[in-house]
C-alpha cells in the first residue's frame, strides 16, 4: 500500500484519464472498412471523434479515418483495427484543438505507424545489406519526420520563441549583470 510519505518530492499522481475513443472496423474489401462504434452508441461515439480530431466537420472526420485506415495496412494483409485504435490513441492524446493541429495530429499517427512497420521489417534483418541499408535509412527518415511533426505542433501551439534559461550566473567584482526582458 502506498501512503503519502511513499510517494517523491516532485512526483506527480497520475491524472485518471478516459479510455481513448474506438472503432469497430467492418471490411469492405482489403483496402477499404467502414468504421463502426463498438458500444453502438452512434451519436455519442461520432461527437467524441470530431473532440479527438479537434473539429466540428464530419467530412474531416471521414477522411481522417481513411487516412487512418491506409496507414494501419498490414504488410500482404488487411487493415489492422489494432492499429487505427492506437493511432486514435495518439492523435486524442495530442489533444488538436483545430483541423490544421488534427491533420498534423493524423500525419503524426500515420508516420509513427510507418516507421513501426519499416523497423518491423528491419529487425529480421533478413536480405541483402542494400535492403537492410534502405530499410534502415526509411527508418530514420521517418522518425526525424515524427521528431519534427511534434516540433512543429509544439511551435503551433506555443509560437515560435525561443527561451534560454540561465541556471547560474555569475559576476566578478567590478563586473555588471543585466537581469530580466532586454531589448
Avoid at 475513443?21 to 461527437?47: C, S
Avoid at 494501419?72 to 489533444?95: D, K, Q
Avoid at 519534427?148 to 547560474?168: D, F, I, N
Amino acid at each position: 500500500m502506498t501512503t503519502k510519505s511513499d510517494i517523491p518530492n516532485g512526483a506527480v499522481a497520475s491524472v485518471a484519464r478516459r479510455p481513448p475513443v474506438r472503432v469497430k472496423l467492418r471490411r469492405i474489401n482489403a483496402d477499404r472498412a467502414k468504421a463502426y462504434p463498438p458500444d453502438g452508441e452512434t451519436r455519442a461515439w461520432w461527437d467524441r471523434l470530431k473532440r479527438a480530431l479537434g473539429t466540428s466537420s464530419s467530412a474531416f472526420v471521414n477522411a481522417s479515418l481513411l487516412q487512418l485506415q491506409a496507414a494501419a495496412r498490414l504488410p500482404f494483409s488487411g487493415i489492422s483495427e489494432t492499429a487505427v485504435n492506437a493511432a486514435l490513441a495518439m492523435i486524442e492524446a495530442a489533444a488538436p484543438k483545430d483541423e490544421i493541429e488534427g491533420a498534423l495530429a493524423v500525419q503524426m499517427a500515420c508516420t509513427h505507424t510507418a516507421a513501426m512497420a519499416v523497423l518491423a521489417r528491419l529487425g529480421g534483418g533478413h536480405g541483402s545489406e542494400l535492403r537492410v541499408a534502405a530499410l534502415g535509412s526509411a527508418a530514420a527518415r521517418l522518425l526525424r519526420a515524427y521528431a519534427t511533426q511534434v516540433e512543429v505542433l509544439r511551435r503551433l501551439r506555443h509560437g515560435g520563441q525561443q527561451y534560454v534559461r540561465v541556471e547560474h550566473v555569475y559576476v566578478n567584482d567590478g563586473g555588471q549583470a543585466v537581469i530580466g526582458n532586454v531589448k
